[in-house]
T-cell receptor
Framework: GAVVSQHPSWVICKSGTSVKIECRSL??????MFWYRQFPKQSLMLMAT?????????EQGVEKDKFLINHASLTLSTLTVTSAHPEDSSFYIC????????????????FGPGTRLLVL | SQQGEEDPQALSIQEGENATMNCSYK?????LQWYRQNSGRGLVHLIL?????REKHSGRLRVTLDTSKKSSSLLITASRAADTASYFC???????????FGAGTQVVVTP
């Protein structure tokens, strides 16, 4: 089955530092990937749509300079949380849409296991 | 912003019982999907139902969709302790496949 990995699985950093999270589709190509954030006991909130070879599309209220997204290949998207602060502590989840599945270019998204970020 | 609301927020049942949770959404959709999330883990896709479908089955899962009421339900029959998880509905409204998630239902199945 389609597998999406995320690295690291958890990270603790000091306030003011930047943290990079990788999302990889392991056995399929994904032109489109998505980044979500989930606070404890809450639902997933879409942050941005990552498109290979072009700029990411951010949801309203998400600072693009704060959350830098790079989708440099068909199997890798990265999210960099710049100058992280304690309020950025959250569970970050990516998903990837398989380019070859589904009737509309991939209706099913495959989710990574998530990255837990704690900013001290 | 979240598209859907789910109820109940939490559900506690015993093994063997059925679990039903509902999802309502606000705008027209292309499809609606249900996902499961074990505590602190990623999401597992359960089932997708398209806007022109009314009911779908997958193993012990049954999903219904009523587009006139903008609502969907997920039924888990003969629940097992391993079904303990949070369940989320998510809708797609555009060709990109962006998902808008509901608030989720936390299900606890006790042996």
């Amino acid at each position: 089955g389609a597998v999406v990995s995320q690295h690291p699985s958890w990270v603790i950093c000091k306030s003011g530092t930047s943290v990079k999270i990788e999302c990889r589709s392991l056995d399929f190509q994904a032109t489109t990937m998505f980044w979500y954030r989930q606070f404890p006991k809450q639902s997933l909130m879409l942050m941005a749509t990552s498109n290979e070879g072009s700029k990411a599309t951010y949801e309203q209220g998400v600072e693009k300079d704060k959350f830098l997204i790079n989708h440099a290949s068909l199997t890798l998207s990265t999210l960099t949380v710049t100058s992280a602060h304690p309020e950025d502590s959250s569970f970050y989840i990516c998903s990837a849409r398989d380019d070859e599945r589904g009737l509309a270019g991939g209706e099913t998204q495959y989710f990574g296991p998530g990255t837990r970020l704690l900013v001290l | 912003s979240q598209q859907g609301e789910e109820d109940p927020q939490a559900l506690s049942i015993q093994e063997g019982e059925n679990a039903t949770m509902n999802c309502s959404y606000k705008t027209s959709i292309n499809n609606l999907q249900w996902y499961r999330q074990n505590s602190g883990r990623g999401l597992v896709h359960l089932i997708l139902i398209r806007s022109n479908e009314r009911e779908k089955h997958s193993g012990r899962l049954r999903v219904t969709l009523d587009t006139s009421k903008k609502s969907s339900s997920l039924l888990i029959t003969a629940s097992r302790a391993a079904d303990t998880a949070s369940y989320f509905c998510a809708t797609t409204t555009d060709s990109w496949g962006k998902l808008q998630f509901g608030a989720g239902t936390q299900v606890v199945v006790t042996p």
